[in-house]
């Protein structure tokens, strides 16, 4: 990523399941937003480009894509949407989703990004959450999802490896919004918690 200057970003931040994704894409239909998903940044990856090849050595073995890879993916994408024009520093700010997801992502990416604030999507009933969860793979159509012991692993590397992200901020920058709620009631508080942070263009 070209030069000095760091991207202001908001965070979107919770479990698997949380509606990190589907309150992200909403952000990003805003003029001056950007959602960025890791997901389907891995997913788009042209596999065969070096760095696609690199990812799928990982993917394909269903290993854990490590923290600088991942970051190197990421810069990439972001230098590929300046060089096309899609995403300008003076303009654009970013709503991340699934990134970091380690401490150490987290210093990785300190260079690079200017956290502005993170939304905290919170579910605090374990079961309900799995029910979510379960209820998506459904719709995606993948079965494994939705098996219970691999949707209670997920939510576990969770809290073991992505909770910790959360004590490397600022408490001031973090709003705690109820996600357990109707999608568009979660979006209301979510705006709400937003509304001086964008009205202040970042």
Not at 131 to 141: D, F, V, Y
Request: hydrophobic fraction near 45%; include cysteine.
């Amino acid at each position: 990523m070209a030069g000095a200057q760091r991207y202001p970003s908001i965070l979107m931040f919770g479990c698997p399941g949380s509606g990190k994704g589907t309150q992200g894409a909403v952000l990003g239909c805003m003029p001056n937003l950007v959602h960025l998903a890791m997901g389907d940044i891995f997913r788009g990856l042209d596999p065969n480009t070096d760095i696609g090849r690199e990812f799928r050595s990982y993917s394909t073995k269903g290993l854990l894509v490590p923290d600088e890879l991942t970051i190197r993916v990421f810069r990439h994408h972001v230098d590929g949407l300046i060089q096309a024009g899609k995403l300008n520093l003076g303009y654009h700010a970013l709503i991340l989703d699934g990134i970091p997801r380690t401490v150490a992502q987290v210093q990785l990416l300190a260079e690079v990004i200017e956290v502005k604030k993170i939304i905290y999507l919170m579910i605090d009933d374990r079961d309900a959450l799995v029910t979510r969860l379960a209820a998506r793979a459904s719709k995606s159509n993948r079965p494994d999802d939705a098996d219970r012991k691999v949707i209670e692993n997920r939510i576990d590397v969770y809290e073991r490896e992505t909770a910790p992200v959360l004590d490397a901020y600022p408490k001031k920058l973090i709003a705690k919004v109820n996600a357990d709620q109707h999608p568009l009631a979660v979006l209301r508080d979510v705006a709400e918690a937003l509304t001086a942070v964008v009205s202040a263009k970042l």
